[in-house]
């Protein structure tokens, strides 16, 4: 009920600020699992997309959206979004074990599986995650494109403002392996990174985003 309080607020401020072009909504289905699997630009990625899409959407999203940005964790608590702490392997299980419940009662979760924002507007390499989820549970994962959210609340800033957006939704994908196996995870994962690359047009860095900002000293 919160969420939906939620959603019905801030819907409109959303469309107001960001003009959103959506294509293929069309692909979410309007009943039972599926994962959005998105690339990731702005920490309101996670809020944008539930707020625009008709269906109610768990994003995960890292402990610091919650705590280190006013606004953003406004948002990510009411917006029911899963934390995780990207430091503990545990926690990190625990939150994919949650997914996969929610999933498994027939209900949308959202991801991004390079992990934290591009650092740069390219998109990195994907963590296995989303391969363990989709291979676990059989949900069809939709792959997501968005564009121009990084205008929105820029690097640094603790007030979003106005800048349009786009959001571009793929074709359901269905994949067969085991998720236990860690040539499936890559293989399916890769697959997933590639139908996101396609539908953003992004330059691909075969690196993961947080060891490059690692290793260029960058949060």
């Given at each position: ?54 269906r109610h959407v768990t994003f995960t999203a ?144 075969p690196t993961y985003a947080a060891s490059y ?7």
């Amino acid at each position: 009920m919160l969420y939906e309080v939620v959603k019905f607020a801030a819907a409109p401020l959303a469309h107001a600020m960001c003009k959103p072009h959506i294509s293929g909504a069309a692909h979410v289905p309007r009943s039972g699992p599926a994962i959005l699997a998105a690339n990731h630009l702005s920490v309101l990625d996670s809020f944008l997309l539930p707020a625009l899409l008709p269906r109610h959407v768990t994003f995960t999203a890292k402990n610091e959206y919650f705590d280190g940005n006013p606004v953003s964790g406004f948002f990510m608590r009411l917006g029911g979004s899963l934390p995780i702490d990207r430091e503990s392997a545990h926690a990190a299980q625990a939150m994919l074990d949650d997914a996969a419940a929610l999933l498994e009662r027939g209900e949308l979760f959202g991801i991004h599986p390079e992990g934290t924002r591009s650092p740069d507007g390219r998109l990195y390499r994907g963590k296995v995650g989303v391969a363990w989820l989709a291979l676990k549970t059989g949900a069809p994962v939709l792959p997501v494109a968005l564009r121009g959210t990084e205008k929105v609340l820029p690097f640094g800033s603790k007030v979003p403002r106005p800048a349009p957006i786009g959001i571009t939704i793929g074709a359901p994908m269905r994949f067969e392996g085991e998720h236990t196996n860690a040539r499936d995870r890559r293989r399916v994962t890769d697959e997933i990174m590639a139908a996101i690359q396609r539908l953003s047009g992004q330059e691909y860095v075969p690196t993961y985003a947080a060891s490059y900002k690692a290793s260029n000293g960058m949060s």
